[in-house]
């Protein structure tokens, strides 16, 4: 069970449920503040030529990692993507990162200074630096907290509010690879794969790619509509950014990139592609629409600059709900399987 104990009264079940309630009872308004909960990143109107991009993200021991599991390197890599990948899917540049960790007895100062390489290396492409953070004891595992700025043109970022019905839904790189991954990891009786593939979904999981480039280009070429990561898994970020849009979406179930070797995964282990690209989670890939109009100019574009996007569905009317329409062209609602921390059994 993910997030341990048992059902009391008032305990917390909904992660998305607990947010929107915060933010109903407690956010406030700001006249420099553009975007507050609700999207990927903050965005502060911090001057007339840049805006100010802010997330963070907190990741425990047991819940996000295993150091049994994935070295103290490959734990900071990706504790640094999960940021990246949110000012990624805002259309910015990442800019400046703050660390603050609780460490267990068990710790040594050389695996904290492994956890700080993986970091500080995700961010060395982007330039990132490192400007504070706090650090304290714990009691029970590690955790790792980073917050990360960056800037964006004013009114340029990419808001998971701005899909429109007819848009066509992309995804960058492929889906579901850091899934298997981790079910690699994980598993007692691993299944029968080629060495290269092995190593290849291994390598997703341990060191995913932010989609920073991407993300700027759509922001850069003006062709960027709607944007999240994906970090939960396809069904339920798509559903962050119809709910946030007020839209629906259709999914076509044979345009999910899926890699090679996720598909050998797949075949091994009797599931079919499409369900572990749906679920997937941890791809850091971007979802993104584009404008209907900007379609055929997009398309021009894209192939002139060797990304990997596909195009995997459309917005559809609200009312139309999120669906999944098969190869042999019957649609079914889109079933919620992403990762939502305090989902129990019942
Ligand atoms: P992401 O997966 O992109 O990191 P989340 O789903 O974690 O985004 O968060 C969605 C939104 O809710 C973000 O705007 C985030 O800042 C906000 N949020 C998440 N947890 C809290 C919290 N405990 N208090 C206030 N805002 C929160
Ligand atoms: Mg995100």
Redesign the pocket.
């Known amino acids: 069970m993910k997030a341990g104990r048992s059902r009391r009264a008032n305990t917390v079940h909904s992660e998305f449920g607990l947010?929107r309630r915060?933010q109903a009872e407690v956010a406030q308004p700001d006249p420099q503040l553009f975007k507050g909960?609700?999207?990927?990143a903050?965005i502060i109107k911090t001057s007339s030529t840049e805006w100010t991009l802010i997330?963070t993200?907190l990741l425990a021991e047991g819940v996000h990692f295993d150091p049994a599991t994935s070295s103290w390197r490959d734990i900071g890599y990706r504790a640094a993507i999960a940021n990246l990948s949110?000012i990624a899917a805002m259309g910015g540049t990442p800019r400046f990162m703050l660390v603050s960790i609780a460490i267990p007895p068990t710790c040594s100062t050389t695996q904290i200074q492994q956890l700080y390489r993986g970091m500080m290396q995700a961010g060395a492409p982007y330039h990132v630096r490192l400007i504070g953070g706090d650090t304290s004891a714990s009691k029970t595992g590690l955790f790792l907290n980073i917050t990360l700025t960056g800037v964006v043109p004013p009114r340029q970022a990419l808001l998971r509010s701005a899909a429109h019905i007819g848009d066509p839904i992309y995804v960058t790189g492929t889906l579901g690879d850091s899934r298997a991954g981790l079910d690699l990891l994980m598993s007692r009786q691993r299944p029968k794969l080629r060495a290269i593939d092995t190593r290849f979904l291994l390598a997703r999981h341990h060191r995913p790619s932010a989609r920073i480039a991407e993300g700027l280009w759509l922001v850069k070429q003006g062709l960027g509509g709607a944007a999240i990561?994906l970090?939960?898994g396809l069904t339920g970020d798509l559903r962050h950014i119809c709910e946030e849009s007020g839209v629906g979406a259709e999914i076509l179930a044979g345009s999910l990139p899926v890699s090679p070797a996720c598909r050998a995964y797949a075949k091994a282990r009797g599931l079919a592609p499409a369900q572990i690209a749906l679920q997937g989670g941890e791809d850091y890939e971007l979802l993104f629409t584009v404008p209907r109009k900007k379609q055929s100019r997009f398309e021009r574009l894209v192939g002139k600059t060797g990304f990997h996007m596909t195009c995997i569905g459309l917005i559809t009317p609200q009312a139309s709900g999120l669906g999944l329409k098969s190869e042999r062209g019957t649609t079914q609602p889109l079933p919620l399987t992403s990762y939502e921390h305090f989902l129990r059994p019942t």
């Open positions: 947010i915060l909960i609700g999207d990927d903050a997330t993200d949110d990561d970090s939960d």
